[in-house]
């Protein structure tokens, strides 16, 4: 089955303990990129990665890390997290960055305390 | 600056009926737009994108239509069913490949 799997789906950690969400998808897909979702705020994009070894700035790239070593994986990382940083998180995966549907992971809770 | 607004917020219709979702955004100048939902604890699903030079597209009981002119898109659900109880987010893709998400209109369709 053609997905995209995000772990963990649900976090409560403190302020500055680094934690990683990881990301994988089964599908071959070259494009990736992972969003935050807050209330009133929308979708937004946090960075993104056109191939392997190939990452950018999204819209709100702050206090976030990201790698792409392989075509598959592309994990968040938090070095130091906020409580500003509590929020939903998505990663999506596409076979092209424009004209393709983007197939989004379950989602990952995160609150920071 | 581009913007993409949803309304209404919320809506709650009886199983059986037809109905229109609206998104309107302020700059004609769109690459392609998306119709997404979204159901609780899950990530969003794509239902149907339209390049700018299209004016609708078709899956299923979805049309999605789109009027560059005059900024707006609309997705239509024929003979709702509770099971299309979700929120319904449109995204506009810029020229400049930069994508603008709405806040979604939360359906609720009533058995």
């Known amino acids: 089955e053609a997905q995209v799997t995000q772990n963990p789906r649900y976090l409560i950690t403190v302020t500055g303990k680094k934690l990683t969400v990881t990301c994988s998808q089964n599908m071959n897909h070259e494009y990736m990129s992972w969003y935050r979702q807050d209330p009133g705020l929308g979708l937004r994009q946090i960075y993104y990665s056109m191939n392997v070894e190939v990452t950018d700035k999204g819209d709100v790239p702050e206090g976030y890390k990201v790698s792409r070593k392989e075509k598959r994986n592309f994990p968040l990382i938090l070095e130091s997290p906020s409580p500003n940083q509590t929020s939903l998180y998505f990663c999506?995966?596409?076979?092209?960055?424009?004209?393709?549907?983007?197939?989004f992971g379950d989602g990952t809770r995160l609150s920071i305390l | 600056k581009q913007e993409v607004t949803q309304i209404p917020a919320a809506l709650s219709v009886p199983e059986g009926e037809n109905l229109v979702l609206n998104c309107s955004f302020t700059d004609s100048a769109i690459y392609n737009l998306q119709w997404f939902r979204q159901d609780p604890g899950k990530g969003l699903t794509s239902l149907l994108l339209?390049?700018?030079s299209q004016r609708e597209q078709t899956s299923g009981r979805l049309n999605a239509s789109l009027d560059k002119s005059s900024g707006r898109s609309t997705l239509y659900i024929a003979a709702s069913q509770p099971g299309d109880s979700a929120t319904y987010l449109c995204a506009v893709r810029l020229r400049n490949r930069k994508l603008i998400w709405g806040l979604g209109t939360s359906l609720a369709v009533n058995p």
């Open positions: 999506a995966s596409s076979s092209g960055p424009y004209n393709q549907p983007q197939h």
């Open positions: 339209i390049q700018s």
